[in-house]
């Protein structure tokens, strides 16, 4: 009785004690930082969402979050993936998978929008062609960027869609990634390696963009 008593009060303690805690680490993020937090639980709140794989609590997932962009400050970069399907077990694979599509695509963005000229032969062979070796480079960034991608957190709800043809339920998965701005630039230097090995073209191309792969670019979700 006396044992049970005990931890009973240890219960009560604990209780008390982690809204402070919580309230106290809260106050040490940025003004900008708890403002995207308050903005974040409100939107889980509306939209019917919540946190998958974890048995914390969806203000602490959060806390930890921002806690941990704190941390890295301009070095974080935050990569969110989607997606949707009947069968729950596929959804984490399937949001990585969209998370690495999504950089990858904004990465090959970044270099097609630079004023790269071509090679002359490129309209006889277009594989010499500097799309051509974007489009490449495109392909090797969401390779390489999948082992630096680092669930920070997931989240879920279930939504009207389609199931074999019928409307019906379906769950929907937002994740979210955090990769250091270092893991980041390294993915996309072996991206760059990869395809400069495709023609000689693609070597001229990789030399001239090389700079701009190495400095990055401001990732948008």
Request: net charge positive; with cysteine; charged share 30%.
């Amino acid at each position: 009785m006396k044992n049970l008593f005990v931890k009973f009060t240890f219960l009560l303690m604990m209780l008390a004690v982690c809204p402070i805690m919580s309230n106290a680490q809260n106050n040490s993020l940025p003004k900008t930082l708890k403002k995207e937090l308050k903005a974040k639980k409100k939107e889980l709140k509306k939209g019917g969402w919540e946190i998958y794989g974890s048995d914390r609590t969806a203000d602490i997932v959060l806390q930890n979050h921002y806690e941990k962009l704190n941390e890295l400050g301009k070095d974080a970069v935050v990569i969110m993936g989607t997606a949707t399907s009947p069968n729950k077990r596929v959804l984490r694979i399937q949001a990585q998978t969209d998370a690495g599509q999504r950089y990858a695509q904004q990465a090959g963005s970044d270099i097609q929008g630079r004023s790269i000229q071509d090679d002359q032969n490129f309209e006889e062979d277009p594989s010499q062609s500097y799309s051509h070796f974007c489009s490449v480079y495109e392909t090797k960034v969401q390779q390489e960027i999948k082992g630096e991608l680092k669930e920070s957190y997931s989240i879920i709800r279930t939504i009207k869609g389609t199931v074999n043809g019928k409307k019906g339920d379906v769950y929907e998965m937002q994740s979210y990634y955090i990769v250091d701005h270092k893991g980041a630039s390294q993915a996309r230097i072996r991206a760059l390696e990869a395809a400069a090995k495709e023609s000689e073209a693609a070597q001229k191309y990789a030399e001239k963009v090389s700079s701009f792969i190495q400095d990055g670019f401001d990732y948008e979700q």
